[in-house]
């Protein structure tokens, strides 16, 4: 196992009927912001609740937090958070939301910086203050709600933004809540989180067996609940574990002191960006095929992956790991997630595309071992065609 550092102050409050404890975790005397998205939370009745829970404090709305949250609208809740004096931040809503509450949570606090705010990659951003944010999850798929990334988009790019000052201080993970996403979105959400443990999981051997063995029962949870929750609404033990399996994908445990992996979520945040594909879906057209070119260099794990996740005990170790890969992208597509990029009206000229925007972001060496050039990237997306 490598040196690590694991720290995650976030607060879960986990479960059906709690929303009235926010009136005791906000801080008195606090001027709110309450962020949310295009409406789910208004049709839902869940922003109700919520306004209704923060009791008498001074509430502020910023409405309009896109899907894939875009530079531009984050600056301007910033601005409002400064000339309407707000100390406190609640995200209300799925990923995007989370994650564009944490931008502003840094913004906030920084006039008009895209330098100091954006282009730093998986390191920190060099500040030293932000807002406090908290958040009421409704849609389990990022883990955001329990870590201290965010994706934000500009100009049609998306940049990490990593803060240990964007930790959540709680974060209200309620099924019910949920209950109002379509379908497509529970698959994005199992997907995201499979892939998030995956990427953490299958790399190399390193003996870190205790985060192999939570990666594991993550994985087997998703593969169990995730389905039941697709399929059925009225299952609400099956939302409970897929919610809290999306939460534990990407919090910080599973990651500690083992090797990643982030090639799929790297190559599959530029389809978002250049073809609006949603995120997970976007992760589970890449990753069966890159699991494919890749399995010598993933070989140890595919195998453990195969035995472990899956089940698989007969064969050579090839078949083993071939059928773990099939299994895994059935998976998905049982989820009613197309796993080829025909389907999606990406051909051979519109990879290319996708590999030189790569390029431009310095997108060159992805992998646990920074091999994975764009030639093998350009490979991966045409066997996906
Ligand atoms: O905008 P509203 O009206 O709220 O509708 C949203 C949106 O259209 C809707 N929705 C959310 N909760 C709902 C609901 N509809 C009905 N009922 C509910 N309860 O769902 C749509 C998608 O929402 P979004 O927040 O965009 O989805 P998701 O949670 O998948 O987040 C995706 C974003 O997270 C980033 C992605 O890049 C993308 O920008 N990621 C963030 C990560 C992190 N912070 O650690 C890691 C991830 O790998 C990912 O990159
Ligand atoms: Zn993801």
Redesign the pocket.
């Known amino acids: 196992m490598q040196n690590f550092d694991y720290y995650n102050p976030t607060h879960i409050v986990f479960g059906q009927d709690r929303l009235a404890e926010l009136n005791t975790l906000v801080p008195e005397n606090t001027k709110v912001m309450v962020l949310?998205?295009?409406?789910?939370?208004k049709r839902?009745g869940v922003l109700d609740k919520v306004l209704a829970s923060l009791g008498e404090r001074e509430v502020v709305q910023f409405g309009g937090i896109e899907?894939?949250?875009q530079f531009t609208t984050l600056m301007k809740a910033a601005e409002l958070a400064r000339t309407e004096k707000v100390n406190f931040l609640l995200a209300v809503?799925?990923?995007?939301?989370m994650?564009g509450t944490k931008f502003v949570a840094l913004a906030a606090k920084k006039e008009n910086d895209e330098h100091t705010l954006l282009h730093h990659g998986f390191a920190p951003v060099p500040m030293t203050e932000a807002l406090p944010l908290a958040c009421v999850a409704?849609?389990p798929?990022?883990?955001?709600e329990m870590?201290m990334?965010?994706?934000i988009t500009m100009n049609d790019q998306?940049y990490p933004v990593m803060s240990p000052l964007t930790f959540p201080k709680f974060s209200f993970l309620d099924p019910d809540?949920?209950l109002?996403?379509?379908k497509e979105?529970i698959a994005?959400?199992v997907a995201?989180s499979f892939i998030?443990v995956v990427e953490q999981y299958l790399t190399y051997p390193v003996n870190a067996k205790v985060q192999d063995r939570i990666s594991e029962g993550i994985l087997k949870t998703l593969i169990e609940e995730g389905p039941k929750t697709f399929n059925d609404n009225n299952d609400i033990e099956a939302r409970k574990n897929f919610m809290w399996s999306a939460t534990n994908a990407?919090n910080g445990l599973t990651g500690a002191g083992v090797p990643q992996d982030w090639s799929t979520?790297m190559i599959g945040?530029e389809m978002?960006a250049m073809y609006g594909i949603a995120?997970?879906r976007t992760l589970a057209i890449i990753l069966p095929s890159l699991l494919r070119e890749r399995t010598e260099q993933k070989r140890a794990k595919l195998l453990q992956f195969a035995e472990r996740v899956w089940d698989i005990a007969e064969g050579s170790d090839d078949q083993k790991i071939a059928l773990a890969i099939d299994k895994t992208e059935a998976f998905f597509n049982g989820l009613e997630i197309v796993t080829k990029l025909s389907h999606y009206n990406i051909d051979e000229a519109g990879i290319d595309t996708l590999v030189n925007n790569m390029e431009k972001m310095g997108l060159t060496a992805l992998s646990e071992s920074g091999d994975l050039t764009l030639d093998i990237v350009r490979k991966i997306l045409l066997a996906a065609l």
């Not at 949310?36 to 939370?41: C, E, N, P, R, Y």
């Not at 809503?93 to 939301?97: E, K, P």
């Not at 798929?141 to 955001?144: K, M």
């Open positions: 949310f998205g295009g409406g789910s939370v839902n899907p894939n949250p809503g799925g990923g995007s939301v994650d409704t849609l798929a990022t883990g955001s870590n990334g965010a994706v998306k809540f949920t109002s996403l379509p979105q994005n959400g995201d998030h990407l979520h945040h978002t995120h997970g």
